[in-house]
């Protein structure tokens, strides 16, 4: 147990559908990130919330967008998406965005597949 | 940006052995420098981390250099076990959030 709880595990998704991520941290942190993580490549920034504002925005097509309604709770809204989005869907949290409080905690990711 | 370059991209081990990943970055700002593993099927997971006023530390059977300097950084895993088998990646931060290596697999063979 990491402190960071995202559900659903398993996610498989039409084309046309629209579906939720949803992150939760108990560790009081004021950072939140999404991350994704697709074969054989390395973790792909997403998006950044500090403080419930968004501080990053790594060019992520306007298919996906976060949400961040308080410090413990973040989600990822998901329509339209493409069979090359499916990837594992990692949460962190942290301190701080950035500096020596950077201390990333992850959750179990979300298994998403697009069909 | 923070650019990191890790290697190898996998390695093999027998039982017993020691195991060493390393990593480069390029931002001499970056201050803090942690080490992740991830098993199947699950998210990564803090290991272990060093600061830029520390030259090494060590955790039991794992151990991370940082030579500020050359702007590099290693993860030590001596007596490997079966159970270390699993991906591990290196990141940096200085200002900005955690830059990421691109991982190594790590087989640890009976």
């Known amino acids: 147990e990491t402190g960071v709880t995202q559900t659903p595990r398993h996610l498989v998704m039409g084309m046309t559908n629209k579906k939720s991520l949803k992150c939760e941290q108990h560790l009081g942190h004021n950072a939140m990130y999404w991350y994704k993580q697709s074969a054989k490549k390395p973790l792909e920034l997403m998006f950044v919330y500090s403080l419930e504002e968004r501080v990053e925005n790594n060019s992520v097509p306007s298919r996906f967008s976060p949400e961040c309604p308080n410090s413990s709770h973040l989600f990822l809204h998901l329509h339209t998406l493409q069979p090359e989005d499916s990837a594992l869907y990692l949460c962190?949290?942290?301190?701080?965005?950035?500096?020596?409080?950077?201390?990333?905690?992850f959750g179990q990711g979300t298994r998403l597949t697009v069909v | 940006g923070e650019n990191v370059e890790q290697h190898p991209s996998t390695l093999s081990v027998q039982e017993g052995d020691s195991a060493v990943i390393k990593c480069t970055y390029s931002d001499s700002a970056s201050n803090y420098f942690p080490w992740y593993k991830q098993e199947l099927g699950k998210g990564p997971q803090l290991i272990i981390d060093i600061r830029s006023n520390v030259g090494e530390k060590k955790d039991q059977r794992i151990a991370v250099t940082l030579n500020k300097t050359a702007k590099h950084f290693s993860l030590h895993i001596t007596e490997t076990q079966p159970e270390d088998s699993a991906v591990y990646f290196c990141a940096s931060s200085g200002y900005s959030t955690l830059t990421f290596g691109k991982g190594t697999m790590l087989l640890v063979s009976p």
């Open positions: 962190a949290s942290s301190q701080a965005p950035g500096g020596v409080n950077t201390e990333a905690f």
